[in-house]
């Protein structure tokens, strides 16, 4: 089993950043894809960024393109997502998830944390 655990959620003001963690533990996750994806209540979840564990390859929605980078620290098994140049309709629930084939599709990820909140507000 794979727990997965997010941490830097909070308030911001519109055009802040935030970084998000995704600390892993109980197995490796160095074969794992790792994604990020937010939901807000009412609405499915949405894709917003993953990376690869083969090469690293990154890939973002259009949404966040330019605002948010992903990256990911194998040796501490953590995956970071630093969020700039923040958006009231970035407002939502963070989750990251762990898949072994896993990129925008949230059913191919198998682990998921619980998420943490990020609310964008004046």
């Known amino acids: 089993q794979l727990q997965l655990v997010e941490s830097g959620g909070g308030l911001v003001q519109p055009g802040g950043s935030l970084r998000l963690s995704c600390a892993a533990s109980?197995?490796?996750?160095?074969?794992?894809?790792i994604g990020w994806f937010r939901q807000v209540p009412g609405k499915e979840r949405e894709f917003v960024a993953t990376?690869?564990?083969?090469?690293?390859?990154?890939l973002y929605a259009d949404s966040v393109k330019g605002r948010f980078t992903i990256s990911r620290d194998n040796a501490k098994n953590t995956v970071y997502l630093q969020m700039n140049s923040l958006r009231p309709e970035d407002t939502a629930i963070y989750y990251c998830?762990?898949?072994?084939?896993?990129?925008?599709?949230?059913?191919?990820?198998?682990?998921w944390g619980q998420g943490t909140p990020v609310t964008v507000s004046s």
């Open positions: 990376i690869s564990w083969r090469d690293r390859a990154t």
């Open positions: 998830a762990a898949g072994i084939i896993g990129v925008k599709n949230p059913e191919d990820y198998t682990y």
């Open positions: 109980g197995r490796t996750f160095i074969n794992y894809n």
